[in-house]
């Protein structure tokens, strides 16, 4: 008990991130004046531009990296840590706050986010966050711009699963993971704070370069770092697969009409299928192949496009399916449940391009020879008129054949073009629904067989304002995100099972 007088210890400690931004300064301030705040953890990569305010503690160095956490676990004797993650110009109102903590102590939480206010010249505009899942893997999870983290659960999960590894950028996403093993990450479903003066025009989505940072060789070190964290994590919940558990499936004696199919869905897309179809049938291969276009009940003339010229060419297959309620991947279960559909079906989508006249036989002579259920390419984006736009080259090194099947679980897409043997994704088949199909394609196939990859530029990926995941609304990506974090969630529980019954312990 502490003697009479003794002041009693706020219950937060703030670790605010050193951003140069006019607003940053008036944050910090109002940080430091807050009834609930005991300390504040300045964190800055170079010394300090100005001389630190009274109750300010600065470290030097990143927030994600090793030496700073261990400093700041070490130095904390509040019960809760308030997270400034980005050090984002933040205006924190006490009594939420106070409410949030409060919910935080009596549901046993370790980590609490949640939604915010944008600041812009129209007003306020909110924020929502996603719930956390139990596939919410992914390094670049949006969290938002604050979190409430329980030293005592930091604590107890380092100690039990092992310190922060010396890493520079992945020591939060590891201390995530860790916590969320025995631990409780909650989403409020409403504004703690206001995040300050944002852009006043209403969110769009990430950028493709922002979707692709992973891929980046710029950001090489940050990835393998996030990729042997992530590793590890899979190893402690019993997840992880080694590389020799993969096999290659059967051969089949099942007989096919031609070698390969191009399968292609559509629904309105009378600007681009012309292309599309014109870069299909014009592959030069040393087999037969036929191009399957699933029309899912155009209504702009994309059938009678598709008509026309599947009358004066007969490996062009027109298929307008009896049922309307079919996603992208309800089309292609259509198309290889055909008996016309080839030994191995390839992707193309309606907007898209073959970069050259032998991309088919590439990714047919890949998939011949290393006998995998489904071969990737890579691909380069392009705009309409095919100039190359950032990102350019989508080539996804970050694959390994030793760990690709792991990692696949952390990063959001596989890539493209995409080719597999028709047998296999008979049997798998695809989610009937119009995003993400193809992921949860992969991570399947990838649960059991090796897939391999192809790294020179094969395909052009077209951006117009007609892509599906092009202007998204916040609800609309966040739709998009809860989705991959649902079939995540339930892979990593099937790769559970099979390292159960191959007797590993979690």
Known sequence: MGGVGQKKMKPLTVVFPYRRDPFWERSLLALIGCDLVEK???????RLPFKPFRGVL???GLVTQQETLCRILTETHTPWLLVVLQGAAVSVDPSPLQMALRLAESENVALLYSDFYEESEEGLRLHPLNDYQFGSVRDDFDFGEVVLMSTSGARRALARYGPIPTVRFAGLYDLRLKLSIDHRIIHLREPLYRKLRCKSSPFRGLSDEERFAYVDPRNEVAQKEMEAVFTEYLRKIGAYLPPEALKDPEPTLEPFPVEASVVIPVRNRKETIRDSLESALSQRTDFPFNVIVVDNHSTDGTTDLVSDLARHDRRLIHLVPQRRDLGIGGCWNEALRLASCGRFAVQLDSDDLYRTEETLQVLVDKLRESKAPMVVGSYTVVDFDLN??????????EWTPENGHNNLLRVNGVGAPRGFRT???RRIGFLNVSYGEDYAAALRISR???????YESLYLCRRWPGNTDQSLTIEKSNQNDAFKDRIRGEEIQARQEIGRAMGVRS
């Not at 504040?40 to 170079?46: A, T």
């Not at 190359?388 to 090194?397: A, C, K, N, T, W």
């Open 40 to 46: 504040v953890f300045v964190i800055c990569p170079e």
């Open 58 to 60: 600065v470290i030097e």
């Open 388 to 397: 190359v736009v950032p990102p350019g080259l989508i080539d996804h090194r």
């Open 423 to 425: 047998d296999v994704m």
């Open 448 to 454: 059991e067989f090796r897939i391999e990859r192809i």
